[in-house]
């Protein structure tokens, strides 16, 4: 533990007199949630999208952070934080001989690089928090998926062969290191789509940015298909809780916490913009039959039929009895379309996912052409 019980009160008080806008509807402030004690957390990663937001949240909330990487990916991030250089590739020198209370680890996709840091870290640090994927299970047909749903099987001869089998089975593999190493002092987490400020994909982006540019929008399929995602800082923070109240387990990390529907998603980017837009909806089929991909032309967007018709349907009540809060769709989209504003204008003209404006009418004109 590198942080003194004062240290931590004093960090604590300063976080709160930081916090001081924020009031409940009776003007009183509210404080973040009681936790015993500062926690020490090595974070493998820490730099790329979804990891400053733990780190972030994790020193808001008085506990010490130290991050391991490369030294490649946002090196300007965190000039305060204790930084360990290394690869998980070859070199974990840093690593040895050093304690902490909890680590996540957000940087394997591979189970060699969770094999050796589990292995390594095991009897020195208390937990081991992986970030999984939703990708691990292997059907999607079934609506209302748990974390007992059937996962890939993977060959394990390939961890020591160093030999890829693809993201899914790879962390399958991934899953098991953890929890050889570590046993019952293991928290897996499965998230689904990732989104919010900083996402470097534009998969949720996507859509509040469009929403903004106005005009006659193409929306895809049936608004009423559902739709699921989680907001980095809602995934942050519930990290940071599961390890302060000592949480371990599978969990699924997907919201909302109602089911949503494209639609509903749709009107809610609407409501952070005064965007003078109107909404077509456009046939699933029609779409599919022109060669239009779910996920990719139209991200977050998976017609709800056949081997995917449970892939945004997932069953929520144990991240829920975990802790896992939601903060309102509007937010996410609010704050995603602003971060989106900050970035280069050369950046913000090439987004990453979604079809073109081209595109976009030319479908739009083929679709009216049909008497549409
Ligand atoms: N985005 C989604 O929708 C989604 C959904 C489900 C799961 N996930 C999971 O989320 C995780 C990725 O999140 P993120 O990239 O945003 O995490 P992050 O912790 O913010 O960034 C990744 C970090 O890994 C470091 N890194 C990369 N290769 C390394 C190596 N060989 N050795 C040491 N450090 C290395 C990078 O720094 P350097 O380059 O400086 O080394 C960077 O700090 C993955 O596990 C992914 O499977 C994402």
């Not at 009031?23 to 949630?33: C, K, M, S």
């Amino acid at each position: 533990m590198t942080t003194s019980r004062r240290d931590f009160l004093q960090t604590t008080a300063a976080g709160v007199a930081g916090l001081s806008m924020m009031r409940n509807p009776l003007g009183r402030v509210v404080t973040p949630q009681a936790q015993s004690a500062p926690l020490s957390i090595l974070v493998l990663g820490g730099t790329g999208f979804i990891g400053p937001h733990m780190v972030r949240y994790a020193l808001q909330r008085g506990h010490t952070v130290t991050i391991f990487n490369r030294g490649r990916t946002n090196t300007h991030l965190f000039p305060n934080v204790e930084r360990l250089i290394g690869d998980r590739e070859n070199d974990l020198e840093s690593l040895k001989g050093r304690t902490w209370d909890a680590v996540i680890d957000n940087s394997a996709s591979v189970p060699w690089f969770v094999r050796d840091t589990a292995q390594l870290l095991k009897d020195s640090v208390d937990r081991y928090l992986f970030t999984s994927t939703r990708s691990t299970y292997s059907d999607f047909s079934q609506v209302g998926m748990t974390e007992d749903s059937p996962q890939y099987d993977p060959e394990e001869s390939a961890i020591d062969e160093r030999r890829s089998q693809g993201y899914g089975r790879n962390k399958v593999l991934c899953e098991r290191e953890a929890r050889r190493a570590f046993g019952d002092r293991s928290l897996v987490v499965r998230p689904g789509l990732i989104v919010g400020p900083g996402d470097p994909t534009d998969r949720f982006s996507y859509w509040p940015i469009r929403v903004d540019k106005g005009g006659e929008m193409l929306c895809p399929g049936d608004p009423d298909n559902p739709v699921m995602f989680i907001d980095v800082r809602d995934l942050a923070e519930w990290y940071i809780h599961m390890l302060e109240n000592g949480t371990v387990g599978t969990y699924n990390g997907l919201g909302p916490e109602a089911p949503l529907s494209f639609a509903e998603m749709i009107y809610g980017c609407r409501a952070v913009t005064s965007a003078n837009v109107s909404f077509t909806w456009v046939d699933t089929d029609f779409l599919l039959d022109r060669g239009l991909r779910p996920y990719s032309d139209f991200p977050c967007w998976m017609p709800a039929r056949g081997d995917r018709a449970g892939f945004q349907r997932f069953d929520l009540t144990r991240p829920l009895a975990a802790g896992l809060k939601y903060r309102p769709l509007a937010v996410t989209a609010r704050d995603t379309l602003n971060w989106h504003k900050t970035l280069p204008a050369e950046r913000q003209a090439r987004l990453n996912r979604g079809i073109t404006a081209e595109k976009e009418a030319e479908l739009l004109a083929e679709w009216h052409s049909t008497g549409r």
